[in-house]
């Protein structure tokens, strides 16, 4: 008989059993566990790393292995190939700061008060520092954990509200989004071609922070993707040399407008300015994998890539593109909010395509499932992929809400997605999704209550072009009973936090590498 250990993951944490095989038969206590399965190994398993990829203004049809037949995605594309692919994945909003605290928090939003819009370089205030974060789960386990890119999440005074306040122990990266401030010196490779676009003026230049000191101001960015690898390279290096599991966040700036790129990127794709951006985030995540594979960890740890919402129409083809569904930014149509979303874990994830319901709001209970740490002690809107990752089992997740950028206790949910069935209580356009030729997507698309909700089915009609016709069709009566529903039950769940936008704007907060400099905000440079 030959005995080996068995590794079982729960919410109460990682245990060890005695796992007994003999010939072609093997214990009940060890087949019956968590996954129907069992993992043995010849030691004791180790805790597995976690690398969090966050693309920004990403549509859906702008991978390569989401049909663009332009991009230029070699590493995105491997992860697409060897992991689980999925085509129903959701962020939470259509816009950047209130997605990124769902993807952290596993709860929509509202309940944390990042809403309505985004946050900017002198808000008031930010993610709540009671809301619990996925570095903040990990930490307790030991795990090391470190936030590179974008953050835009709140600065707040003294750095209240940085990731290093909120459960990350390195940071590098800017603070908020990388168009708010001057961009005069955002350039391309060569140095003496100016990128497309412009920026927000009247406020400071770019800052590039580490931890809670600003390191360069204004950032160049012609070096910022090369300082980011190696930043990142270097955390998984020391992590494994100390034993260490890790937790890596690499939310990018990329490929939001206005795009830009290094020497390594500029000028190598065939698509622009915003594949050369594109390729530039593909590029840092294949040295990311070259180093997993280097330091013997690719197999132990899972590489979760997606997006915080759809493409910003209105810049055109430097915008992003939504492939076949509907709008793009700033909507609650998919366009808006059905995003790509790649797993990958060599000999744990099988590759596939999934076309099961999910969300960056499950993120967070899947790894803490999978680390074996405990669930926040707050309402959670996620829920756990483990089974739909590792055995490509069906989605605990059977609806989906959609709010929108502005979104008010008054209006509630502008949609719902049960089942293959999407309901529109609201529709509104925006100018962030304008230039296409659907006359539903503009900012001229005013705001519109359906009673009846209009009705769509998106196995039939991703592009949320044809409502059902509820009156020829009376079998659809009981699918908007049940919607109608689900959404009296989760409206009444929903308790909206204290709006952390509606605190207002404080210029004195602005991030100033020479606070005492005048005239400001042009002084702000070191």
């Given at each position: 008989?030959?005995?080996?250990?068995?590794?079982?993951?729960?919410t109460a944490?990682p245990?060890?059993?005695?796992?007994?095989?003999?010939?072609?038969?093997m214990?009940?206590t060890?087949?019956?566990?968590f996954?129907?399965?069992?993992?043995?190994?010849?030691?004791?398993?180790?805790?597995p790393?976690?690398?969090?990829?966050?693309?920004?203004?990403?549509?859906?049809g702008?991978?390569?292995?989401?049909?663009?037949?332009?991009?230029?995605t070699?590493?995105?594309?491997?992860?697409?190939a060897g992991?689980?692919?999925?085509?129903?994945?959701?962020?939470?909003?259509?816009?950047?700061?209130?997605?990124?605290?769902?993807?952290?928090?596993?709860?929509?939003?509202?309940?944390s008060?990042i809403?309505?819009?985004?946050l900017?370089?002198g808000?008031?205030?930010?993610?709540?520092?009671?809301e619990?974060?996925?570095?903040?789960?990990?930490?307790?386990l030991g795990y090391?954990?470190?936030?590179?890119?974008?953050?835009?999440?709140?600065?707040?005074?003294n750095?209240?509200?940085?990731p290093t306040r909120?459960?990350?122990?390195?940071f590098?990266g800017i603070?908020?989004?990388?168009?708010?401030?001057?961009?005069s010196n955002?350039?391309?490779?060569?140095?003496?071609?100016?990128?497309?676009?412009?920026?927000d003026v009247?406020?400071?230049?770019?800052?590039l922070?580490?931890?809670?000191?600003?390191?360069?101001?204004?950032?160049?960015?012609?070096?910022?993707?090369?300082?980011?690898?190696?930043?990142?390279?270097?955390f998984?290096?020391?992590?494994?040399?100390?034993?260490?599991?890790?937790?890596?966040y690499?939310?990018?700036h990329?490929t939001h407008?206005p795009?830009?790129?290094g020497?390594?990127?500029?000028?190598?794709?065939?698509?622009?300015?915003?594949?050369?951006a594109l390729?530039?985030?593909?590029?840092t995540?294949?040295?990311?994998?070259?180093?997993?594979?280097?330091t013997?960890?690719?197999?132990?740890t899972l590489?979760f890539?997606?997006?915080?919402?759809?493409p910003?129409?209105?810049?055109?083809?430097?915008?992003g593109?939504?492939?076949?569904?509907?709008?793009g930014?700033?909507?609650?149509?998919?366009?808006g909010m059905?995003?790509?979303?790649?797993?990958?874990?060599?000999?744990?994830?099988?590759?596939g395509?999934?076309?099961?319901?999910?969300?960056?709001?499950?993120?967070?209970?899947?790894?803490?499932r999978?680390?074996?740490?405990?669930?926040?002690?707050?309402?959670?809107?996620g829920?756990?992929m483990?089974?739909?990752?590792?055995?490509?089992?069906?989605?605990k997740?059977?609806?989906?809400?959609?709010?929108?950028?502005?979104?008010?206790?008054?209006?509630?949910?502008f949609?719902?997605?049960l089942?293959?069935?999407?309901?529109?209580?609201y529709?509104?356009g925006?100018?962030?999704?304008?230039?296409?030729?659907?006359?539903?997507?503009p900012?001229?698309?005013?705001?519109?209550?359906?009673?009846?909700?209009?009705?769509?089915d998106?196995e039939?009609?991703p592009?949320?072009?044809?409502?059902?016709?509820?009156?020829k069709?009376?079998e659809l009566?009981?699918?908007l009973?049940?919607?109608?529903?689900?959404k009296?039950?989760?409206?009444a769940?929903?308790?909206f936090?204290?709006?952390q936008?509606?605190k207002?704007?404080?210029?004195?907060l602005e991030?100033?590498?020479?606070?005492?400099?005048?005239p400001?905000?042009?002084?702000?440079?070191?």
């Amino acid at each position: 008989m030959h005995v080996t250990l068995c590794f079982g993951l729960s919410t109460a944490g990682p245990r060890n059993f005695p796992c007994y095989v003999n010939d072609s038969r093997m214990n009940s206590t060890c087949f019956l566990l968590f996954f129907g399965f069992c993992l043995c190994f010849s030691g004791a398993a180790s805790p597995p790393n976690f690398v969090l990829l966050f693309a920004d203004d990403l549509g859906f049809g702008d991978l390569g292995c989401y049909g663009h037949p332009t991009s230029l995605t070699p590493n995105l594309d491997r992860l697409a190939a060897g992991g689980l692919r999925f085509t129903d994945f959701y962020c939470t909003s259509p816009a950047c700061s209130p997605s990124r605290a769902s993807l952290l928090t596993g709860r929509y939003q509202t309940r944390s008060g990042i809403y309505p819009g985004v946050l900017y370089p002198g808000s008031v205030g930010g993610l709540p520092l009671n809301e619990t974060t996925i570095a903040e789960v990990l930490k307790p386990l030991g795990y090391a954990t470190a936030a590179i890119g974008k953050w835009h999440l709140g600065l707040g005074k003294n750095g209240t509200f940085l990731p290093t306040r909120q459960g990350f122990d390195h940071f590098l990266g800017i603070p908020y989004s990388h168009d708010q401030g001057p961009c005069s010196n955002l350039t391309c490779f060569p140095p003496d071609v100016k990128c497309f676009g412009v920026c927000d003026v009247g406020c400071v230049t770019v800052p590039l922070m580490y931890n809670e000191v600003i390191k360069q101001q204004p950032v160049n960015f012609l070096d910022l993707e090369e300082a980011y690898s190696d930043f990142a390279t270097n955390f998984i290096f020391t992590s494994v040399k100390k034993k260490q599991p890790f937790f890596l966040y690499y939310p990018s700036h990329h490929t939001h407008y206005p795009q830009y790129a290094g020497e390594g990127a500029a000028g190598k794709s065939q698509r622009g300015p915003f594949g050369d951006a594109l390729l530039e985030l593909d590029n840092t995540i294949g040295n990311l994998l070259t180093t997993l594979e280097k330091t013997g960890v690719i197999n132990n740890t899972l590489i979760f890539f997606s997006a915080d919402n759809g493409p910003e129409l209105m810049r055109m083809s430097r915008g992003g593109n939504a492939g076949p569904l509907k709008c793009g930014k700033s909507t609650t149509y998919d366009g808006g909010m059905r995003e790509p979303a790649i797993a990958y874990w060599p000999g744990t994830i099988r590759p596939g395509v999934t076309h099961e319901l999910a969300s960056t709001l499950d993120i967070l209970p899947t790894f803490v499932r999978l680390a074996g740490a405990e669930l926040p002690k707050v309402m959670l809107d996620g829920v756990d992929m483990t089974e739909l990752l590792i055995k490509q089992a069906k989605s605990k997740r059977e609806t989906m809400m959609f709010y929108p950028t502005d979104a008010t206790e008054k209006h509630g949910l502008f949609a719902l997605r049960l089942g293959k069935y999407k309901a529109h209580f609201y529709t509104q356009g925006s100018i962030k999704s304008s230039t296409t030729p659907d006359h539903d997507c503009p900012g001229s698309a005013i705001l519109k209550a359906h009673d009846p909700p209009l009705l769509f089915d998106l196995e039939a009609d991703p592009s949320e072009n044809y409502p059902l016709p509820l009156s020829k069709r009376p079998e659809l009566q009981a699918v908007l009973e049940q919607i109608e529903k689900v959404k009296q039950q989760f409206e009444a769940s929903m308790v909206f936090g204290v709006s952390q936008m509606l605190k207002g704007q404080d210029s004195s907060l602005e991030p100033c590498c020479n606070p005492q400099c005048t005239p400001k905000p042009s002084c702000c440079q070191c």
